[in-house]
């Protein structure tokens, strides 16, 4: 008998604890969903800037944070921390748009390709304080080169969505270049 009375009020006592706390797991849920709705309007965007990586020069946007000692820039391991200007155009004196700001690492043993953990935050226009977070692999190499787009802020905020890549010029002997980028997002 007591067995019996300890086992019913043991199932009571877990019924009522766990339908508690389901009660207000699916309340919360539920608010941040319809939060979420209400607030968002999902549409695409297409952006079109240039991005302006300088290696080189009295006023480098790049330097070299970890990798081997005394090393090619495209060494494998070598990794960069950027704040390159976005541009309207492609070249270096166009209006800026913003700033590709964090970082890329040489990811590939046998060709060149980039680990990319870039933040591009806007400046001008609309889109003045929002940003959009690039994560992926880019092999520069390639002619047009796609990496996700994982998220982002302001405008953007939960964002997703694609960046394709294009580079306009390279110089080998500093490193600098001049990559054009048409990014597809939806927020």
């Known amino acids: 008998m007591a067995c019996?009375?300890?086992?019913?009020?043991?199932?009571?006592?877990?019924?009522h604890f766990s339908i508690f706390f389901n009660t207000?797991?699916?309340?919360?849920?539920e608010e941040v969903v319809q939060d979420i709705a209400i607030k968002r309007d999902d549409k695409m965007t297409h952006l079109h800037f240039y991005f302006h990586d300088i290696v080189g020069g009295?006023?480098?946007?790049?330097?070299?944070?970890?990798?081997?000692?005394?090393?090619?820039?495209?060494?494998?391991?070598?990794?960069?921390?950027?704040?390159?200007?976005?541009?309207?155009?492609?070249?270096?004196?166009?209006?800026?748009?913003?700033?590709a700001q964090g970082l890329y690492a040489m990811a590939a043993q046998n060709d060149l390709a980039l680990l990319m953990v870039m933040n591009f935050v806007f400046l001008a226009g609309k889109y003045?304080?929002?940003?959009?977070?690039?994560?992926g692999r880019n092999a520069i190499f390639n002619d047009q080169r796609e990496m996700p787009i994982v998220g982002g802020n302001g405008l953007f905020r939960f964002a997703r969505g694609y960046?394709?890549?294009?580079?306009?010029?390279?110089?080998?002997?500093?490193?600098?270049?001049?990559?054009?980028?048409?990014?597809?997002?939806?927020?």
């Open 163 to 187: 960046a394709l890549a294009h580079t306009i010029s390279a110089d080998p002997s500093t490193g600098d270049a001049i990559v054009e980028y048409n990014v597809y997002v939806r927020a």
């Open 128 to 135: 003045n304080g929002s940003s959009i977070s690039i994560l």
């Open 24 to 29: 207000i797991n699916g309340v919360f849920i």
């Open 58 to 99: 009295k006023n480098p946007t790049v330097v070299r944070i970890a990798g081997p000692p005394d090393s090619f820039i495209g060494t494998f391991g070598n990794t960069m921390m950027a704040d390159d200007p976005l541009t309207e155009g492609p070249k270096p004196t166009s209006k800026l748009v913003g700033k």
């Open 4 to 15: 019996f009375l300890s086992f019913t009020l043991f199932t009571l006592y877990f019924t």
